[in-house]
């Protein structure tokens, strides 16, 4: 049976992708990344074992807006660190057109338009508190190109680091001050960039929720 995963390559980048490894390669190399960042982020603080329940709804500290963090959020940061690393490894090897990484976008949904936000711009609003500029923005893990489009997904990927680990992943639902409320990330990635949009995490692999 063909993954979602290799389903949504477009035909030609998957026939060169075929020329030197199977087919399946990328989608088992993805999926273990997400299974060696799970394994050394929990090790930092539980040793050979995942964090109980209880243990990932522990906050462990307060973010610079006074908002609590629990264990669970920051272990999810960690852990997107880890994959995100392991994946671009992955990607140079596996994947024969370009790729984005942590790129932010905008998206204009009644002009049905999307344009990048440059990593300076983004850390300059950041740095200036202007977080309000980047509302509705999108930034998802992993956007694979099928060309030289960089507006324009073939595929896009996000990492999922559900705790405790018993959990589903699941694409994060946009609440009442977002611009997409009603809707989940994955159907906003999919308007915005086209392509299909896929999850990645320890236990389910590469998988729609």
Known sequence: MVSPLVRAIPPAVLAL????HSEDELEKQLAACAVQ??????????QDRPPTRQECAEVVETDRCGKPVTRAMQLGKQKHVLALQCAE???KKLWPAPFSIEQRYRYYPNARMVETVSKKEEARLIAEGCTE???GTLKPDIVLHGDRNLLKAAL???????????????????????????????KVYKAAL???ALLIS???GVRTP
């Open 133 to 135: 500029e980047l509302r």
């Open 89 to 91: 490894q992955v990607l």
């Open 202 to 204: 320890p236990r389910f």
């Open 17 to 20: 992708m075929q020329q030197d």
């Open 156 to 186: 896009t990927l996000d990492f999922k680091f559900p705790c405790p680990d018993t959990n589903q992943p699941q694409w994060t639902q946009y609440g009442p001050s977002s611009p997409y409320f009603g809707l989940d990330q994955g």
């Open 194 to 196: 086209g392509g299909q």
């Open 37 to 46: 960042a799970e394994q050394v982020a929990n090790a930092r603080y539980f």
